[in-house]
């Protein structure tokens, strides 16, 4: 063996062979430096202090973005313009014949009539059912408005001799019959309306034969209010219905 190549082999007695290093995990040494987070340390010289002061590369461009941003949203306004509208309208008080009327039952509800031709009943609309009594002519009425659009379902004078009776299809239903005037026309109706539970049922039916009582008082037992061949086949026709539970109430 050459001298040359004796001297290549031999090991200096201090020094011990190296171990090769393991392959980082997220990429070169040199990325991390020596603990693997050396690059990150705050009083390091790496990425994170020159992202902090926004020197160069990607860090400094969005650092720069960002306050690009803060002082152009610094600098909106926000918008105070005032538009008229063209057309001015004024207030205008609308009169619905019940500020001189005083409510004796006012509750939710939902008011059918029954249609002859169909042979069925038919809803009327949802809204407040009340009875109204005039404060000065004491006369009283019922009155129905469909809710939001406020159009009158049922409006009649509440006569002397009226029945309110149940549904035989529901404890929640009243029925009775009476010449309503909701539709500007005197028409001979058959009612039926619906309360959210029995007991308003039975406070209506209450109400509205006490206030028959009154009516009687005030104005008499009017001659229609005898049997006649109208008000007959009236009873007849709200019995007939009363036998017969409606698709709703056999629902429930």
């Known amino acids: 063996m050459s001298a040359e190549e004796q001297a290549k082999t031999e ?38 202090a020159k992202a902090a002061a926004g020197e160069g590369g990607e860090g400094g ?14 600098g909106e306004e926000e918008c105070k313009a005032e538009f008229k509208p ?3 309208l004024d ?7 019940e500020e001189e009327e005083e409510a004796l039952f006012d509750a939710k509800c939902k008011l059918y009539r029954y249609d002859n031709d169909a042979g069925e009943w038919k809803e009327r609309g949802v809204g407040q059912g009340r009875i109204l009594q005039h404060k000065e002519n004491k006369k009283i009425r019922f009155l129905m408005r469909q809710d939001k659009t406020l159009k009158i379902r049922g409006n009649h004078i509440i ?30 109706e058959l009612f039926c309306i619906r ?12 109400a509205y034969h006490e206030a028959g009582k009154k ?17 007959k086949a009236v009873d007849e026709l709200a019995g007939e219905v009363e036998a017969k539970a409606t698709v709703e109430d056999k629902a429930e």
């Open 195 to 206: 309360f959210a539970s029995p007991e308003r049922a039975q406070q209506f039916q209450a």
């Open 159 to 188: 006569m002397p001799g009226t029945k309110v009776q149940e549904h035989g299809g529901s404890d929640k239903a009243m029925v009775w019959s009476c010449v309503d005037f909701a539709d500007e026309s005197q028409r001979m």
């Open 215 to 231: 009516m009687e008082a005030l104005i008499g037992t009017p001659g229609f209010a005898e049997e006649s061949e109208d008000k």
């Open 61 to 74: 461009d969005a650092a720069a973005a960002e306050g690009g941003e803060e002082e152009d949203g610094a």
């Open 91 to 97: 207030e205008v008080e609308v009169s619905t014949g």
């Open 11 to 48: 090991v200096a007695p201090d020094e011990e062979p190296k171990a090769a290093s393991p392959t980082p995990i997220f990429g070169a040494s040199s990325t991390f430096g020596g603990t693997g987070f050396g690059g990150f340390a705050a009083g390091g010289g790496g990425f994170a």
């Open 86 to 88: 063209i057309v001015q």
